[in-house]
């Protein structure tokens, strides 16, 4: 059964920066691409994003793009989530998960982590 962990989240005033990581277990990690995802309170789960599995390929949501990057390392089965510039509006939990190809949309992941929290002030 893979699982997923993600850490990295805390409070960070609004312009810092955070990196997030998402250790999985298994063999088949670099099999799979990876997605970030993020939920607000009372709003929908929405994507931010994706790699390949060889991390060749790379998509990100509009909200994002320019300020967030996206990596992984397949000899340690870990996707990070570099996120610079932070906003106010990018707080949220968020989450990552496993696909078999980059994709946008959450019904494409099977396998999700926890999440880790993260808070931006103003």
């Known amino acids: 059964q893979v699982q997923l962990v993600e850490s990295g989240g805390g409070l960070v005033q609004a312009g810092g920066s955070l990196r997030l990581s998402c250790a999985a277990s298994g063999r088949t990690f670099s099999s799979y691409a990876m997605g970030w995802f993020r939920q607000a309170p009372r709003k929908e789960r929405e994507f931010v994003a994706a790699i390949s599995w060889s991390g060749g390929f790379t998509a990100y949501a509009d909200s994002v793009k320019g300020r967030f990057i996206i990596s992984r390392d397949n000899a340690k089965n870990t996707v990070y989530l570099q996120m610079n510039s932070l906003k106010s509006e990018d707080t949220a939990i968020y989450f990552c998960?496993?696909?078999?190809?980059?994709?946008?949309?959450?019904?494409?992941?099977?396998?999700w982590g926890q999440g880790t929290q993260v808070t931006v002030s103003s």
């Open positions: 998960a496993r696909a078999s190809t980059v994709a946008v949309a959450t019904t494409s992941y099977d396998v």
